[in-house]
């Protein structure tokens, strides 16, 4: 049942957005901060939630399996170009600062990869 998936999603983004206008208000920022980003990881969150694994019969679970790995890459590829189009327009400084942030998520990947097999060593 794809229909559950995106009804999920459509929960978790809609939360997501309400906390990132709240979240911008809060901090006086005339826009959404990081409600797309709030949205994904609620969904991630709701997918590998123990509590709500009764709730999905099988047919569910292939849908919202469906929706949470079609959404993640898209709103990835959407926040990497208006990143980097503000990064060109803003500078060096700003260029720079993206730069480090990818290298230093691609030196994590080990590591969560290696925390991720004791996890799974452990069950």
Do not use: E
């Not at 998936?5 to 978790?12: D, F, S, Y």
């Not at 079609?70 to 189009?85: E, G, R, S």
Request: with cysteine.
């Amino acid at each position: 049942m794809v229909i559950y998936g995106v009804g999920l999603l459509a929960a978790c983004m809609l939360v997501g957005v309400i906390l990132g206008d709240l979240l911008g208000q809060l901090i006086g920022v005339q826009a959404n901060v990081g409600g797309v980003g709030i949205a994904m990881l609620l969904l991630l969150w709701a997918t590998n939630a123990s509590r709500l694994k009764p709730l999905f019969a099988p047919p569910s679970a292939s849908g919202i399996t469906f929706w949470s790995a079609m959404y993640i890459p898209i709103v990835v590829a959407m926040a990497a170009k208006q990143n980097v189009l503000a990064a060109v327009s803003s500078g060096w400084l700003a260029l720079l600062a993206g730069v480090a942030a990818v290298a230093v998520s691609f030196a994590m990947i080990p590591l969560l990869s290696r925390l991720g097999r004791q996890n799974h060593d452990q069950s």
